[in-house]
Nanobody, 117 residues
């Protein structure tokens, strides 16, 4: 089965930066897109960023200009660079490999990001 392993989470002060990584076992370009989601306690999971196989990216409005999703196809790894972090960014961030038509999606285990002074 395809596996995704996130890393890079931790505790950071408001205004700080963090880079999350998601390593995929398999070929990253075999998926339609790679995406980051987050879920704060007591809240629904929300989409944060997505990068399509062709390189097009999209972002949740509240993170535009602060977060950047990227990938390294050779390493089969997707990244989320998070700058100017705010307390409201605190959540478990999960990576998702979004399948092409007819295939299942895969989730990573998540990594905790806590933004607090």
């Amino acid at each position: 089965q395809v596996q995704l392993v996130e890393s890079g989470g931790g505790l950071v002060q408001p205004g700080g930066s963090l880079r999350l990584s998601c390593a995929l076992t398999g070929t990253i370009l075999s998926f339609n897109a790679m995406a980051w989601y987050r879920q704060a306690p007591g809240k629904q999971r929300e989409w944060v960023a997505r990068i399509f196989s062709g390189g097009v990216t999209g972002y949740l409005d509240s993170v535009k200009g602060r977060f950047t999703i990227s990938r390294d196809n050779a390493k089969n790894t997707v990244y989320l660079q998070m700058n100017s972090l705010k307390p409201e960014d605190t959540a478990v961030y999960s990576c998702r490999a979004e399948s092409r038509w007819g295939q299942q999606d895969y989730w990573g285990q998540g990594t905790q990001v806590t933004v607090s002074s």
